[in-house]
């Protein structure tokens, strides 16, 4: 049998009860060419019995064993490893597809020729609402031809997630350990790629309010989200020609690192100085020659944080809260 096109590399984590919903999504896709690999670790939320369930159900879903407990990364990479598609979908339990959604895919891939990258929209749903997602706007006037990184440098600024795009496999990067691990993972790839196509619909839903981590390595906290971002740097210098990128790359820095510091219930309030001066360092750092910030409230907060003035930016931080409440009445 021919290999199929897209591999969906799936780690079974189901902190929330949401991997059958995950799972029917995908096996009511209708691309026969498609494989699901289910990596099933030791962790006490990766359920083993429900894979196995879903693999004798559907012969395009295979369920691979792991020794230990690896967390995210190092699953998502044993699953690459064993995968036989000509692209990769990296998926979480909380995620749904889209009716059509792989059909579209494989639609736009015919239309494109190989690429290396292929990026798609997404969604957000929680409380019974959904909210289109953060890239959308950023993505939509690129147009329908494939272009490569220096075209759209702009591109570095989104998102960097790695469920709202394929990526070809043979030109896959590795995951690192940690929490946050697909932030260096999505830059090399995007860096790397000669070939990068749009498609132009939202294929995959999120259904969790806010993005967090489902789960690093043993050992893993919010603060290995510094050291990512340093390695995506690092690929960005040791890149000729890096220069236009370097803003795009850090107002995203900054921006990730506000909203894990802001997000309640992340870093723990005992951490938050600790994590508000070390992103600060980050800010110095990594400043870009001629670096403009952004205007209104977000500005602000770029300017607090270069300053490293936490109790300033706390201050800040619940004048806001306080005006979102009297809003709210």
Same mark, same amino acid.
């Given at each position: 049998m021919p290999n199929p096109l897209i591999s969906v590399v799936l780690p079974v984590h189901d902190r929330q009860q949401q991997l059958t919903d995950c799972l029917d999504s995908l096996l009511a896709q209708s691309l026969?060419?498609?494989?699901?690999?289910?990596?099933?670790?030791?962790?006490? @939320?990766?359920? @083993?019995?429900?894979?196995?369930?879903y693999e004798l159900r559907d012969p395009r879903v295979r369920m691979l064993r792991l020794n230990a407990a690896v967390g995210i990364g190092r699953s998502r990479n044993a699953g690459a490893a064993h995968a036989t598609g000509e692209y990769l979908l990296f998926l979480d339990s909380d995620h749904l597809l889209d009716p059509g959604a792989l059909t579209a895919m494989a639609a736009r891939l015919a239309a494109t020729g190989p690429v290396d990258?292929? %990026?798609?929209?997404?969604?957000? @749903? *929680?409380?019974?609402?959904?909210?289109?997602?953060?890239?959308?706007?950023?993505?939509?006037?690129?147009?329908?031809?494939?272009?490569?990184?220096l075209d759209h440098p702009h591109v570095l600024g989104a998102q960097p997630l790695i469920w709202d795009r394929l990526l070809r496999r043979s030109t896959a990067p590795q995951f690192p350990d940690g929490q946050y691990e697909e932030v260096p993972v999505v830059h090399r790839a995007m860096l790397a790629a000669e070939r990068i196509a749009i498609l132009d619909r939202d294929c995959v839903r999120i259904r969790r309010r806010h993005t967090v981590h489902p789960a690093g390595s043993p050992g893993s906290? *919010?603060?290995?989200?510094?050291?990512?971002?340093?390695?995506?740097?690092? $690929?960005?210098?040791?890149?000729?020609?890096?220069?236009?990128?370097?803003?795009? %790359?850090?107002?995203?820095?900054?921006?990730? $690192? $506000?909203?894990?510091?802001?997000?309640?219930?992340?870093?723990?309030?005992?951490?938050?100085?600790?994590?508000?001066?070390?992103?600060? @360092?980050?800010?110095?750092?990594?400043?870009?020659?001629?670096?403009?910030?952004?205007?209104?409230?977000?500005?602000?907060?770029?300017? $607090?944080?270069?300053?490293?003035?936490?109790?300033?930016?706390?201050?800040?931080?619940?004048?806001?809260?306080?005006?979102?409440?009297?809003?709210?009445?």
């Open positions: 026969p060419d498609l494989e699901v690999i289910l990596v099933v670790d030791r962790s006490p @939320e990766s359920p @083993e019995r429900i894979a196995a369930a990258v292929l %990026l798609f929209g997404h969604s957000r @749903e *929680h409380g019974g609402k959904v909210w289109p997602g953060g890239s959308a706007q950023l993505l939509a006037g690129i147009g329908a031809e494939v272009f490569g990184p906290s *919010h603060f290995d989200l510094f050291e990512q971002y340093r390695s995506s740097f690092e $690929l960005l210098d040791a890149r000729s020609g890096s220069a236009p990128f370097r803003p795009y %790359l850090f107002t995203r820095m900054v921006r990730h $690192l $506000l909203f894990v510091l802001e997000l309640a219930g992340c870093v723990p309030r005992a951490e938050r100085p600790q994590f508000f001066h070390r992103a600060a @360092e980050y800010y110095r750092t990594f400043l870009p020659e001629g670096y403009r910030r952004p205007d209104g409230r977000e500005g602000i907060k770029f300017s $607090l944080l270069a300053s490293g003035a936490y109790p300033a930016f706390e201050v800040a931080k619940l004048g806001q809260i306080a005006r979102t409440a009297v809003g709210r009445r």
